[in-house]
């Protein structure tokens, strides 16, 4: 399970990218 916090509408899109990245190596839940 994946949490994350923004701060900011910079920082989200980076942990967007991240998450991204992230989905596409492993399966994945969107909660």
Known sequence: IIYARAY???HQFNLL??????MSEEP???L
């Open 8 to 10: 900011t509408y910079e």
């Open 17 to 22: 990218l991240g998450l991204a990245a992230k």
């Open 28 to 30: 994945f839940r969107l």
